[in-house]
């Protein structure tokens, strides 16, 4: 069983950066691949990035966000950049096998789930 534990949301204008975290109980950390998934209210949960063998974005998000990992502390990253209102929602950090069957955008490729960390982004 993995616990995530996803931390760094808040309150932020539109054009401000944050850094969101998440911190994995696993100490084979390295060997999942490891996502970022977000949901607005009323909306349904939206891929946003991940990394596996490679890294991968939304497309709403590329170019602003970046997805990276520290083994060795057991956690990964969010980077996002340039935020916008739209970007407003509680993230959730996520971990599933690094070989799935399941595409890398799909929910169901991952097994465990952060409790969620919102983020707000005011225009």
């Known amino acids: 069983q993995v616990q995530l534990v996803e931390s760094g949301g808040g309150l932020v204008q539109a054009g401000d950066s944050l850094r969101l975290s998440c911190a994995a109980s696993?100490?084979?950390?390295?060997?999942?691949?490891m996502g970022w998934f977000r949901q607005a209210p009323g909306k349904k949960r939206e891929f946003v990035a991940a990394?596996?063998?490679?890294?991968f974005y939304g497309d709403s998000v590329e170019g602003r966000f970046t997805i990276s990992k520290d083994n060795a502390k057991n956690t990964v990253y969010l980077q996002m950049n340039s935020l916008k209102p739209e970007d407003t929602a509680v993230y959730y950090c996520?971990?599933?096998?690094?070989?799935?069957?399941?595409?890398?955008?799909?929910?169901?490729?991952?097994?465990?789930w952060g409790q969620g960390t919102q983020v707000t982004v005011s225009s």
């Open positions: 996520a971990a599933g096998p690094l070989f799935g069957r399941a595409p890398i955008r799909l929910e169901s490729r991952f097994d465990y």
């Open positions: 696993e100490r084979t950390f390295g060997n999942y691949a």
């Open positions: 990394m596996s063998t490679g890294t």
